[in-house]
């Protein structure tokens, strides 16, 4: 069992920056792949980035692109999702997730992870 704690959420103005992070648990942690989703309000969760195994490969929505990076620190067994110049549209609980896919690629689907942390939220104020 894979445990994943998201944290960094908060409030934060339209153009600044946040990071988010996700500790995980897992005794093979280099061996998953890591993704960031969200879920905005009324709306299906949804597919914001990806970090393959070695860190060598990631992938991210159009929506995000430029914007977003996403890391991996194998050593310390963390993910972490750098915001920078977010927008309103961007306020969503996010969810960080495991995929042993990750070790062949960069899975984006949801059915693609088997290990979902609680989420964080985080609001961009205008």
């Known amino acids: 069992q894979v445990q994943l704690v998201e944290s960094g959420g908060g409030v934060v103005e339209a153009g600044g920056s946040l990071r988010l992070t996700c500790a995980t648990s897992?005794?093979?942690?280099?061996?998953?792949?890591l993704g960031w989703f969200r879920q905005a309000p009324g709306k299906g969760r949804e597919f914001v980035a990806v970090?393959?195994?070695?860190?060598?490969?990631?992938y991210y929505d159009d929506s995000v692109k430029g914007r977003f990076t996403i890391s991996r620190d194998n050593r310390h067994d963390v993910v972490y999702l750098q915001m920078n110049s977010p927008k309103p549209e961007d306020t969503a609980v996010y969810y960080c997730?495991?995929?042993?896919?990750?070790?062949?690629?960069?899975?984006?689907?949801?059915?693609?992870?088997?290990?979902w942390g609680q989420g964080t939220q985080v609001t961009v104020s205008s």
């Open positions: 897992a005794r093979t942690f280099s061996s998953y792949g």
């Open positions: 997730a495991a995929s042993r896919l990750g070790a062949y690629g960069t899975p984006r689907f949801r059915v693609d992870y088997e290990y």
């Open positions: 970090i393959s195994t070695s860190g060598g490969s990631t």
